[in-house]
Antibody, heavy 120, light 107 residues
Framework: EVQLVESGGGLVQPGRSLRLSCTAS????????MSWVRQAPGKGLEWVGF??????????EYAASVKGRFTISRDDSKSIAYLQMNSLKTEDTAVYYC???????????WGQGTLVTVSS | DIQMTQSPSSLSASVGDRVTITCRAS??????LAWYQQKPGKVPKLLIY???TLQSGVPSRFSGSGSGTDFTLTISSLQPEDVATYYC?????????FGQGTKVEIK
């Protein structure tokens, strides 16, 4: 059974950093891209970014709203994807979901999400 | 960047009604379009991918159509358990933008 479990959320002050983790199981992690999607309280879904598998260079893509502040990385030996968030803003407050994107099929699996609150 | 626009933003329909939600891309995206259902307080769930392919386990009353810039999600007979917000998402190239969502309620 495919499982994605996010961790690392919490309360952080504006301007500070936070790293989220997504621990995967039930599939060959290294064969897949991994993605992050967020949802601000009461708002819609916002794509944050993704990282390709090593077979496709392990390169990353980001939404304009987070580019230059957020970094996605992966540790295939541990089946973990990371979202490093720097220079956090109050508007980054959201539930952050880890997803497994399929090139021809969208995001087929989602984690339960972890809440990040940016506030002083 | 390509924008994704859903309509309507919300709708209210009776049980058994046929419900249609549209999603329009500002540029052509072929059939790289997915639909998700998010029930209140729950995680989004993939319903349809490649514009018209039903994800495994999704009831057959859901269907999708379209290609290029105009797409449609149809619920053939609305059920109480279909109360949710529905989102489209493009995935032909980054950024993989979502539509703003359509909230479906029972009248």
């Amino acid at each position: 059974e495919v499982q994605l479990v996010e961790s690392g959320g919490g309360l952080v002050q504006p301007g500070r950093s936070l790293r989220l983790s997504c621990t995967a199981s039930g599939f060959t992690f290294g064969d897949y891209a991994m993605s992050w999607v967020r949802q601000a309280p009461g708002k819609g879904l916002e794509w944050v970014g993704f990282i390709r598998s090593k077979a496709y260079g392990g390169t990353t893509e980001y939404a304009a709203s987070v580019k230059g502040r957020f970094t996605i990385s992966r540790d295939d030996s541990k089946s973990i994807a990371y979202l490093q968030m720097n220079s956090l803003k109050t508007e980054d407050t959201a539930v952050y979901y880890c997803t497994r994107p399929i090139a021809v099929a969208g995001n087929d699996y989602w984690g339960q999400g972890t809440l990040v609150t940016v506030s002083s | 960047d390509i924008q994704m626009t859903q309509s309507p933003s919300s709708l209210s329909a009776s049980v058994g009604d046929r419900v249609t939600i549209t999603c329009r891309a500002s540029q052509g995206i072929s059939n790289y379009l997915a639909w998700y259902q998010q029930k209140p307080g729950k995680v989004p769930k993939l319903l349809i991918y490649a514009a018209s392919t039903l994800q495994s386990g999704v009831p057959s009353r859901f269907s999708g159509s379209g290609s290029g810039t105009d797409f449609t999600l149809t619920i053939s007979s609305l059920q109480p358990e279909d109360v949710a917000t529905y989102y489209c998402q493009k995935y032909n190239s980054a950024p993989y933008t979502f539509g703003q969502g359509t909230k479906v309620e029972i009248k």
